[in-house]
């Protein structure tokens, strides 16, 4: 197909041969000559000089023609594109040129693209997490690590996601506050992602140049380090515990205070206080006897006495043990334990486990019945104990294995538990390099299981 300025040339080449003929006759008619061998002539010389002068402009045409190709594609990003240079003219200096031209921007947008990958790649493999935040909380950058730590879906669309997405109050607590203070913040707290983790958490402002309004507020997120984490959780255990035991030691000094100045005389309540006191007493017993099982379970050097044993027998004689207060309650107590199911455990740790779940159960139910169940599954061997008791709500759940850690403090005091007991049995049967576990539906009831492996811990051995 022609260009419309081929064609233009070709309709100029026969008008240009029209012309020279009509004013090749008419000079040679006026010289008197005949005109048509002269025409004739006139017109050969035409044909033949214009094609001695078209093979050059055809070459010059295909040259412009790659030239505009090369450089259409350059500027449609594909850099790698040049104009080939087969000649030493003015065109081929231009064709040079911008073969240089894109090899320079081609080079140093590679430079470029790697430096933005290795960036990427180190704030993806960073162990912080990081999101570069707007004044409004959108966030404009965030790495993976940042989505892990906060247990959120990394979200995918157009959009920018917001902060509240991350569904970490304390973090837009702490963002808002570097916002509106200008100021960075910085501050030891717990996320809860299936369980409560401490981190440090810090939000500065990110101004293109000092003295300049910021733009952006980096929050970073960072496991605090095992140090001071073992130093917070010991501040916090001390406190729990010493509060535990504070409780019960006031009011022995209080009623053992109230007898001796004449409460002794007062013959109708002096019984009722001594029995204050031995009810105390006994509630501290429980809560010492509970801090010394967790601090044998959590020694590093814990030893384990594992040996081969009957776990439906154990079952079957833990559950019969506990017969009597669940009558005394009015329950019933159903036992789904064949003998058999064997499995090498440290025995004295796992009646504890048992004693520790069976006795919430009972403790924790008003009506129906408790119900332990022992299966083999296809790589544990588990126990449930199941109630029909008020339930508990999902947002206590992941954090119920936690020392102290109670769904009612004053329901729980009343029924003499110490907030200790599941963790007790976490860490009894971690130990046993089993799991833990609790269903529960509010109004319905609870199911708490532990699994240990058949053929003891893989850890401890
Ligand atoms: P406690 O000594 O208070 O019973 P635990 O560590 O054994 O401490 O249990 C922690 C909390 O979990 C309890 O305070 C109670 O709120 C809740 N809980 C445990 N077992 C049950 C259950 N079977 N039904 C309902 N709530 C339970």
Do not use: C
């Amino acid at each position: 197909m022609q260009s419309p300025t081929g064609r233009l040339s070709v309709r100029l080449f026969w008008i240009l041969a029209a012309v020279l003929l009509v004013a090749g006759v008419a000079m040679t008619r006026a010289a008197g000559a005949r005109p048509w061998p002269v025409a004739s002539i006139l017109f050969l010389a035409l044909i033949v000089a214009s094609a001695a002068a078209w093979l050059p402009v055809r070459t010059l045409r295909r040259r412009f023609g790659d030239l505009h190709a090369a450089a259409d594609a350059m500027a449609g990003g594909d850099l790698g594109a040049r104009v080939p240079v087969d000649a030493h003219d003015d065109l081929a200096l231009t064709a040079r040129a911008l073969n240089e031209l894109a090899g320079r921007l081609e080079a140093e947008l590679g430079a470029l693209r790697r430096e933005r990958d290795a960036g990427e790649a180190l704030l993806a493999n960073l162990p912080q997490g990081l999101a570069l935040l707007t004044r409004d909380l959108s966030i404009k950058y965030s790495n993976s690590r940042f989505w892990a730590m906060v247990g959120v879906t990394r979200p995918v669309g157009a959009a920018p996601a917001r902060l509240p997405l991350a569904r970490q109050p304390i973090l837009e607590q702490l963002a808002e506050e570097s916002i509106q203070s200008g100021r960075s913040v910085t501050s030891d707290v717990a996320l809860y992602v299936e369980e409560k983790r401490e981190f440090e958490v810090a939000v500065a402002p990110v101004a293109a140049e000092a003295g300049r309004e910021p733009e952006a507020w980096l929050l970073s997120i960072e496991d605090l380090r095992p140090e001071k984490r073992m130093a917070a959780l010991r501040r916090e255990f001390v406190a729990n515990a010493s509060h535990e035991l504070k409780t019960p030691l006031t009011s022995i000094r209080g009623y053992a205070e109230t007898l001796l100045s004449g409460g002794l005389e007062d013959a109708a309540n002096r019984a009722r206080f001594v029995e204050t006191i031995r009810a105390q007493a006994a509630r501290l017993e429980s809560l010492v006897e509970d801090l010394l099982a967790l601090a044998d379970l959590e020694r590093p050097d814990a030893p384990l006495e594992r040996k081969d044993w009957d776990i439906g027998q154990i079952v079957r004689e833990i559950g019969s043990t506990f017969e009597d207060v669940a009558s005394r309650r009015g329950l019933r107590l159903v036992v789904e334990a064949r003998p058999g199911i064997r499995a090498r455990v440290d025995r004295a740790r796992l009646d504890l486990a048992l004693r520790n779940l069976l006795d919430n159960a009972i403790k924790y139910t008003d009506v129906g019945t408790v119900t332990v169940r022992l299966e083999r599954t296809a790589s544990a061997i588990r126990i449930g104990v199941s109630d029909t008791g008020r339930g508990i709500d999902p947002e206590h759940l992941p954090r119920l294995f936690e020392r102290f850690y109670r769904v009612d403090r004053g329901r729980s005091r009343a029924l003499g538990g110490t907030g200790l007991g599941l963790s007790i049995v976490k860490h009894a049967i971690q130990l046993h390099g089993g799991r833990v576990g609790v269903e529960s539906r509010i109004g319905e009831g609870s199911t708490f299981w532990i699994e240990v492996p058949p053929d003891g811990p893989h850890l401890h051995s």
